[in-house]
C-alpha cells in the first residue's frame, strides 16, 4: 500500500502556485464555486470567454511588466480636478 501524505492547506497552495496562471483561476473559480453551492450569484454574472480572455491578457500584460500602471491616487486626483472644474 502506497502512503499519501496528508494534504494541508499549505501544501495545496505550494502545489497550485507551480499551475499555469490560468489554471489557477479555473481552480479558484471552481472552488468559489463549490463553497457557494455551486449557484450563481444573483449580483455577479456570469464572465462570457470574451471577457475572460480579455481579463487573462491584461493580467498577462501586467506580469509581463508591458502595462502601464496608473496609481489609484493619480487617477482619483485627476478625476477630482475634472469635477471641481465642470
Known amino acids: 500500500m502506497i502512503a ?3 494534504l494541508t492547506v499549505e501544501s ?5 502556485e507551480q499551475l499555469p ?3 489557477q483561476y479555473e481552480l479558484l ?3 468559489s464555486d463549490r463553497l457557494h453551492g455551486g449557484e450563481e450569484d444573483d449580483n455577479e454574472a456570469a ?4 471577457w475572460m480572455a480579455e481579463i487573462n491578457r491584461r493580467i498577462a500584460e501586467v506580469e509581463a511588466g508591458t502595462a502601464e500602471l496608473i496609481p ?3 487617477v482619483l486626483a485627476e478625476l477630482r480636478a475634472e ?3 465642470e
Open 29 to 31: 473559480n471552481r472552488l
Open 72 to 74: 489609484a491616487e493619480q
Open 47 to 50: 464572465l462570457s470567454p470574451e
Open 12 to 16: 495545496f497552495l505550494e502545489v497550485s
Open 21 to 23: 496562471i490560468n489554471d
Open 83 to 85: 469635477l471641481r472644474s
Open 4 to 6: 499519501i501524505p496528508a
